[in-house]
């Protein structure tokens, strides 16, 4: 669901094309100095794309008035680099959209996914037109992160809603996408976007306070846009402990087992879950189910999902500390974005619910946020929020 969601993210995007930033002709980061190391490990080319079929492609998406800015035919490269999972080196993958004879240097966006549970549903298994291709065709160099557990990857389990693996499965793709652009002669300017919807929310966010709090990275973010993330996940804890229904559970089993893995607890799933669920969160977690089989297979009813030890626990001030402390770790609560960022949510929310992005806001104003700003979508639920939010974003982003 999320993952067609982001595609549709990126059909929208296309009308950035417009943006001052690519007619500026800013020095090219090939002429800044390479970073010590090198994280590009390959590139393959995996299609060129010809404007007239993105033409086509926008039109019969219903998208015939944004033909014009369709500027650029598109070369699609799939790439593998180096990241950091569990403080050792693994290779990682990713799609670099690149437009073709752009007469300027182009900007440069990293676009952050929402959640996926298959392998298919990584970007790099690119079989077809997606619609990523169009972040390209506007005059972007578009870096689209499998992140860790999708494409080169694989072989992990996802490290989901962890801030500091979500944060480097970016970064260090953006260095590789740096490293890529000299080795193709592709001149890309100063100027770095950062956007992401739900997981890609969280994601941006951890990419952005990973940049902002490591300078040694050599990276300047221009703006920020992040939409439903589960920024605070102490306060998604405490909702879910309330032992109100959660609309989709397969996010829940999704964190628990994520955090088990990557943090080496190494328990068994019947501490967390009743046995009939921890029987099959194995063969339902193994890249081939979307989020919806799952769920069929799983209950919204908290009492009826976790073992009545862990819930009970859950409960309990001094219950569950070490997942209480790495939820709490993995929270936005020791930082304040920097650069010109903003924030977006439907009202109507029913899986991340709207307080979380209101509270969090709030708290990044108390404490000294400056280019700031929250944008409620009024009515809008998990599903229906991405085209307000992008329709919202893309006058903010061509001021740039």
Request: proline share 6%; charged share 15%; aromatic share 12%.
């Amino acid at each position: 669901m999320l993952k067609n969601l982001f595609l549709y993210t990126l059909l929208l995007m296309f009308v950035l094309s417009g943006s001052g930033c690519q007619s500026e002709a800013i020095a090219p980061v090939a002429a800044a100095e390479a970073p010590a190391k090198e994280y590009l490990v390959s590139s393959e080319l995996l299609a060129s794309v010809p404007q007239s079929m993105l033409r086509a492609l926008a039109s019969s998406d219903g998208y015939a008035a944004y033909s014009n800015d369709i500027r650029y035919d598109v070369a699609v490269y799939k790439i593998i680099y180096y990241t950091t999972y569990q403080g050792k080196e693994i290779k990682a993958s990713g799609l670099v959209c690149v437009p073709q004879g752009m007469p300027t240097p182009a900007p440069v966006l990293s676009a952050q996914h929402g959640t996926i549970f298959t392998q298919r549903d990584a970007p790099t298994n690119f079989t077809d037109l997606s619609g990523f291709e169009l972040f390209a065709a506007a005059g972007y160099v578009t870096l689209i992160p499998d992140y860790i557990g999708f494409g080169a990857s694989k072989q992990i389990f996802h490290p989901y809603y962890d801030q500091q693996h979500s944060a480097l499965a970016v970064v260090d793709m953006i260095k590789a996408g740096e490293s890529f652009c000299r080795q193709q002669n592709v001149a890309i300017s100063d100027k770095l976007f950062l956007v992401g919807y739900s997981e890609g929310g969280y994601v941006t966010l951890a990419a952005q306070k990973e940049i902002e709090t490591h300078p040694e990275h050599g990276l300047k973010l221009t703006a920020v846009a992040a939409g439903a993330g589960g920024y605070d996940l102490t306060a998604m804890l405490s909702g879910v402990a309330s032992g109100k229904p959660y609309p989709y559970p397969a996010y829940l089993a999704y964190v628990l087992q994520a955090y088990d893995y990557t943090y080496n607890w190494n328990r068994p799933l019947t501490d967390f879950f009743q046995a009939a669920y921890a029987q099959k969160l194995p063969t339902l977690f193994n890249g081939t189910n979307g989020g919806s089989a799952i769920n069929r297979q799983l209950t919204t009813d908290p009492h009826q999902l976790f073992a009545p030890a862990f819930f009970e626990a859950l409960q309990s001030p001094s219950g569950e500390l070490p997942l209480k402390q790495a939820l709490q770790a993995n929270s936005f609560q020791d930082w304040v974005p920097q650069s010109p960022t903003r924030l977006y949510h439907g009202t109507a929310d029913e899986i991340i619910p709207f307080e979380n992005s209101k509270q969090t806001y709030t708290r990044f104003i108390a404490q000294g946020a400056r280019h700031l700003e929250f944008i409620p979508l009024e009515k809008g639920t998990h599903g229906s929020s991405l085209v307000p939010m992008l329709q919202s974003l893309v006058p903010w982003i061509k001021g740039f």
